[in-house]
T-cell receptor, first 114, second 116 residues
Framework: GNSVTQMEGPVTLSEEAFLTINCTYT??????LFWYVQYPGEGLQLLLK?????DKGSNKGFEATYRKETTSFHLEKGSVQVSDSAVYFC?????????????FGKGTHLIIQP | GAGVSQSPRYKVAKRGQDVALRCDPI?????LFWYQQALGQGPEFLTY????????KSGLPSDRFFAERPEGSVSTLKIQRTQQEDSAVYLC?????FGGGNTEAFFGQGTRLTVV
């Protein structure tokens, strides 16, 4: 079945540092890929998505590119801020056709220090 | 409403007790999902509704878990004879239409269930 592996946290960085959170996946077919973010005390929010190979999703300065050849969807940001501190989840669509749910990674806790 | 609303936010149940968790999706959203998130883990899919039809319940861990959405809006996840391993955060999500991975799912804040 589908699965997602993402780097373990916590990841601690200084403000304005470059961020990479690795995500690789195993899937049959051609899933869509997502990054969700959970800020303290809030629900999961969609950060960005990509629906086919070589697509780049971007939002709030974050980017991730759907790499079919390496089955990866790494999250990057050039200059992080304290407000980016949160838990980040990589996810992929469970199956083809229909909004039939997501398979999530375990999450990466990101801590940005001023 | 403005977002997906779940109640209660916190629930403590004695082992063997039945519980019911409620989800109010965003008005007009066709699809509704339930997930279970154990401490330190990512959410795991439980079940999925399209309107009132439960199209996939393959993630429900046992026959003690039951979900319904009788009128295609509010949904209830019921857990019978709760066990300690049921302790988790239960997340509800809704999306505007079915459409595969192109449809964004909006999540509620979850219900934290603790079985003692």
């Amino acid at each position: 079945g589908n699965s997602v592996t993402q780097m373990e946290g916590p990841v601690t960085l200084s403000e304005e540092a470059f961020l990479t959170i690795n995500c690789t996946y195993t899937a049959t077919g051609y899933p869509s890929l997502f990054w969700y973010v959970q800020y303290p005390g809030e629900g999961l929010q969609l950060l960005l998505k990509a629906t086919k190979a070589d697509d780049k999703g971007s939002n709030k300065g974050f980017e991730a590119t759907y790499r079919k050849e390496t089955t990866s969807f790494h999250l990057e940001k050039g200059s992080v801020q304290v407000s980016d501190s949160a838990v980040y989840f990589c996810a992929l669509s469970r199956g083809g056709g229909g909004a039939d749910g997501l398979t999530f990674g375990k999450g990466t806790h990101l801590i940005i220090q001023p | 409403g403005a977002g997906v609303s779940q109640s209660p936010r916190y629930k403590v149940a004695k082992r063997g007790q039945d519980v019911a968790l409620r989800c109010d999706p965003i008005s007009g959203h066709v699809s509704l999902f339930w997930y279970q998130q154990a401490l330190g883990q990512g959410p795991e899919f439980l079940t999925y509704f399209q309107n009132e039809a439960q199209l996939d319940k393959s993630g429900l861990p046992s026959d003690r878990f039951f979900a319904e959405r009788p009128e295609g809006s509010v949904s209830t996840l019921k857990i019978q004879r709760t066990q300690q391993e049921d302790s988790a955060v239960y997340l509800c999500a809704s999306s505007q239409q079915f459409g595969g991975g192109n449809t964004e799912a909006f999540f509620g804040q979850g219900t934290r269930l603790t079985v003692v």
